[in-house]
């Protein structure tokens, strides 16, 4: 299977990221349909021209005329959605996801789908501090990565396939991983990321901080407003991980306090000029984009 | 003393945020002269118009003219520039400062001060990444916050021209701390975010990183791209606060970990919701700015 404007693709799941890729893919000429829990989400992405059509219920018809199935549902109602409804999807379609952690998700989703369908993963690592479609912008994806997770059950057709949509969709890069290597740097880059945000926000009542706040303490809690419901679920889904990584960001914050508590400046700033090296090389990297 | 524009301004130290003070007071039509290491420092804001004048040695003469004096040094030459020069000033100029710390800095400042001499604190809660007069820019201050940090010695008169001077230059919000409020709140806000930043970056080495990651790695490890020389200066002058304000940090963010680690959905739930809830309240107040 070819990624060609022929291409009929289904979004299941109306949010933020299903409206987001809706958008990106009929602004580049594809026939783009979606399901949705409420007929408000249909109602306003086929008012500001994101999708072709869409239905509220799992018409057999519907489903069954779609080259490629887009999942953007929170990991559970991902399985749900598939246990109930595969059965109508059309023979040799092929399946990808955005979710969020993959280990916990990639070998379930090929393990219970129909022989004749291929399922890949996918991982777009662009957001909003906003739920819903009314946010829905394909903006988030511009100088983003995107990051396409195979096992040894994808055929390099597919491979191929979902990396081009990446960049389709105007993603900056586009990589690979396993499930594996995606759960760790994950859980690394993002998960210990919002951990850090939302541990450092209930420290203290905001109301007095705001009147004497830098740009830092604003930028180490944006995403500290974060959906409860998502990021609970995912952060269990990828627990073992997460757990490694918080541990091991605790063992240098405590080894920096130490540090600090025995005046020891040399081992300070030797921490500071690792850490300054480290930063630089990301700016290096992004300015070559 | 007023200030107005017949307030002749000196400030000693050449480098960001001096300079940013410089352009600043300069495009507001006051004479801004500079005392810098550097000639090349004292060169480079006589030609992008930032100084009137300008020295890089204590020269009696030119110091004896000024009427205020805005000291933007490292914590320690601060106070050997007051030790060696003081005797030069002007009598009843006043003084003032940028430092990061204040109870280590403003009761040494204010024990060792002339008597005729009046020095009141003060904090802009604005920077950048980066280093040297070559960068300043008063765009900083723009939507920033100004902490004054009087105490028991100082005159309405002096905190009322302090305030004065963080609106003139362009802040946004100024405010009024004593300097123990002030260290706990800094210790908080800006150093505590600064040792998150510098651990999470250096847990990994980050060339493989850059593909994968998402905005809030990226936001979150901005200000990773650390001064250790000043940062490690000013963490040690603040260390009781500091320690402090790790220790609350790890406390919240142990408490996630363990409830993550006993599969805990219901309190990760609901830390998640009072940091949302924390955080949208500065989102609420930066709105109304």
């Known amino acids: 299977m070819e990624l060609n404007k022929n291409t009929k693709i289904l979004i299941v799941g109306l949010g933020l990221m299903g409206g987001s890729y809706a958008q990106a893919l009929t602004d580049k ?4 349909g979606a399901m949705a829990r409420r007929q408000e989400s249909i109602d ?13 219920t799992p018409d057999p018809e519907y489903i069954g005329q779609f080259d490629l199935l887009i999942f953007a549902l929170y990991p559970h109602t991902f399985l749900e959605w598939l246990r109930d409804n595969q059965r ?27 022989s004749d369908l291929e399922y890949i993963g996918a991982h777009p690592m662009a957001g909003r501090e906003l739920s819903g479609v009314e946010y829905a912008t394909k903006e988030i994806f511009s100088g983003a990565n995107y990051i396409v997770t195979p096992t040894a059950k994808n055929t390099p057709e597919a491979i191929d396939f979902c990396k081009k949509l990446g960049y389709e ?42 009147d004497y706040t830098g740009d830092s303490f604003r930028d180490l809690t944006r995403i500290a407003k974060i959906n409860d419901l998502m990021w609970s679920e995912l952060f269990l889904l990828n627990k073992e991980q997460l757990l490694a990584q918080m ?21 300070i700033r030797e921490m500071m000029r690792l850490s300054k090296q480290r930063r630089e090389y990301f700016d290096i990297k992004e300015e070559k984009k």
């Open 29 to 32: 000429g594809f026939e783009v």
């Open 44 to 56: 306003y992405a086929l008012e500001k021209g994101l999708i072709s059509h869409g239905r509220c």
């Open 88 to 114: 109508y999807i059309k023979p040799n379609a092929l399946i990808t996801d955005v979710t969020g952690v993959k280990c916990s998700v990639v070998y379930k989703v090929q393990e219970m789908l129909r």
């Open 169 to 210: 969709m105007g993603f900056n890069t586009v990589s690979e991983l396993s499930p594996e290597e995606h759960d760790e740097m994950i859980g690394f880059l993002s998960q210990l990321a919002h951990c850090i945000a939302v541990s450092l926000m209930v420290c203290k009542d905001s109301r007095r901080l705001v």
């Open 247 to 267: 541990d091991l960001f605790m063992e240098k914050f405590t080894q920096l306090r130490d540090d600090i508590a025995r005046d020891d400046t040399e081992a």
